[in-house]
């Protein structure tokens, strides 16, 4: 059971550029999310996704999509990089029953635009 | 607007001295959570505190939810450098699936 995995761990980008971060979880979790964290930060939703075929914004959705195609994976797609994307981004998934749920999390993407 | 602040920023301490961490909002929350995050890891939860007053032991960790559930503290004894890292705590946005995250604290503890 690898949990959330989370490729690639570190990219450099130019301005402009696109790349996808790729996520992919192995628990049959029902939900899935993007976060970006900043320096000395918390962490600031991005996407999240309830289930296959059906995503939703977050806090800072600006600059990126995201799509779910499948319950495992949740690419995170940026389009036209910008400086104040970089941060490090994080992956998390959880399985929303009863009650509060316990969130999940991958390594990390260290993502630095120049 | 709900918001959850966390105090202090940073605490820099000594091995075997006592702290605590705050987490305090203006909101109410059904529950709160506690995540620690080490240096280059994603976030694990450490806690869930659902009931006003809740006071939840983990080792030398002591969690508090405050009796109106708008705050909670993290209590830990005798600190060790394992316990050196990011501190975070985390509330179901109301009405929402989403949870929203405190502003961190980040704890070093020096042999």
């Known amino acids: 059971n690898a949990g959330v995995t989370q490729t690639p761990k570190f990219r450099i980008l130019k301005i402009g550029q696109s790349m996808t971060l790729q996520c992919t979880q192995d628990?049959?979790?029902?939900?899935m999310y993007w976060y970006r964290q900043d320096p000395g930060m918390g962490l600031k939703l991005i996407y999240y996704s309830v289930g296959a075929g059906i995503t939703d914004k977050g806090e800072v959705p600006n600059g990126y999509n995201v799509s779910r195609s499948t319950t495992e994976d949740f690419p995170l797609r940026l389009e036209l990089a910008a400086p104040s994307q970089t941060s490090v981004y994080f992956c998390?998934?959880?399985?929303?029953?009863?009650?509060?749920?316990?969130?999940?999390f991958g390594p990390g993407t260290r993502l630095t635009v120049l | 607007t709900q918001l959850l602040e966390q105090s202090p920023q940073f605490l820099s301490i000594q091995e075997g001295e006592n702290l605590t961490v705050y987490c305090n909002s203006s909101?109410?929350?059904?529950?709160l959570q506690w995540y620690r995050q080490e240096p280059g890891e994603g976030p694990v939860l450490l806690v869930t505190?659902?009931?006003?007053?809740e006071v939840k032991k983990l080792k030398r960790l002591t969690f508090q939810f405050g009796d109106a559930r708008k705050d909670s503290s993290l209590h830990i004894t005798a600190a060790q450098p394992g316990d050196t890292g990011l501190y975070l705590c985390?509330?179901?946005?109301?009405?929402?699936?989403?949870?929203?995250f405190g502003t961190g604290t980040r704890l070093q503890v020096f042999p």
């Open positions: 909101s109410v929350f059904s529950s």
């Open positions: 998390a998934s959880s399985y929303l029953g009863q009650g509060p749920d316990t969130q999940y």
């Open positions: 628990m049959n979790h029902n939900y």
């Open positions: 985390a509330g179901p946005v109301r009405s929402t699936d989403k949870l929203i």
């Open positions: 505190v659902v009931t006003g007053g």
